[in-house]
């Protein structure tokens, strides 16, 4: 994952907004960047009456953020040598970690994978509580849901990095390719995702090699079409974000750069 990953020149433009537009992005920030300021508790009638118990928490130590797409490259690709090597470190999950929470939030990377039971990012690469914005959908598919969230976490929370991870036996992209070969009607709201992942199927494959070079096709569209969004390209020409597309190896653990 680090040998590709190359830090991009420029600089993000200043440009001043108007005081509408700068008291609702500072609500929205307060609001989904988990800030304090603005919260719902959901407990039972009877806690409603107890006095809460207040408990001093040590202070969590100082957590060094990658802020930059290389250096997030570079902690996403360490964290999964510890996955692999069954060395976890579980990081950022003490009380002291859990008590900062409260008072926002600051993701150094967006993932956005499948919704594979298999695959959940915080676990293949270790980090924890605050670490990563994660999103997930069947075969990494997008929609205006996803794009939104992505787009929040690079534009509100200046997050460095997107990654798109697919992986080994995708069974939204078997589906996909399976349907394409034989015709079957799938169940409603599954065809969308169908139809999203058919221009990544090569009719030139057969069988397995069709469906396992498909998942890979699938990865570069999804991160071309991020990358083509106006304010993410933005950022990209700015160097303050990068775009990268991976696979997950279920047989092995790997995470590695698709190109």
């Known amino acids: 994952m680090e040998s590709n990953a190359t830090d991009a020149v420029g600089k993000r433009n200043n440009t001043e907004e108007a005081p509408g ?31 809460p118990v207040r408990t001093a928490l040590p202070s969590a130590p100082a957590r060094a953020r990658p802020s930059t797409p290389r250096a997030a490259l570079r902690e996403l690709a360490r964290g999964n040598r510890r996955w692999r090597a069954l060395h976890q470190t579980h990081p950022h999950e003490s009380p002291a970690d859990r008590a900062a929470a409260v008072s926002g939030q600051d993701p150094f990377a967006v993932v956005l994978g499948c919704i594979d039971s298999r695959v959940p990012p915080e676990l293949v690469f270790d980090q924890g509580l605050g670490d990563l914005m994660t999103t997930r959908s069947a075969g990494e598919v997008l929609d205006e849901a996803v794009l939104g969230s992505i787009a929040y976490g690079v534009l509100e929370l200046d997050i460095p990095l997107v990654m798109v ?26 065809d969308y995702i169908a139809e999203q992942i058919r221009p990544a199927i090569d009719h030139g494959l057969h069988g397995a090699a069709r469906v396992d070079a498909a998942i890979t096709a699938n990865v570069r569209l999804i991160r071309a079409r991020l990358a083509a969004e106006p304010d993410l390209a933005a950022r990209v020409a700015g160097g303050d974000l990068a775009i990268a597309g991976a696979r997950y190896e279920l047989d092995s653990q790997l995470v590695h750069r698709v190109a």
């Open 21 to 51: 537009r700068t008291d609702r992005r500072a609500l929205l920030r307060t609001v989904l960047g988990g800030g304090a300021g603005v919260g719902l508790a959901l407990t039972a009638p009877s806690v409603l009456t107890a006095a």
């Open 165 to 190: 991870l697919g992986h080994q036996s995708c069974g939204a992209v078997t589906a996909a390719v399976h349907a394409d070969e034989s015709g079957e009607e799938l169940p409603a709201h599954i």
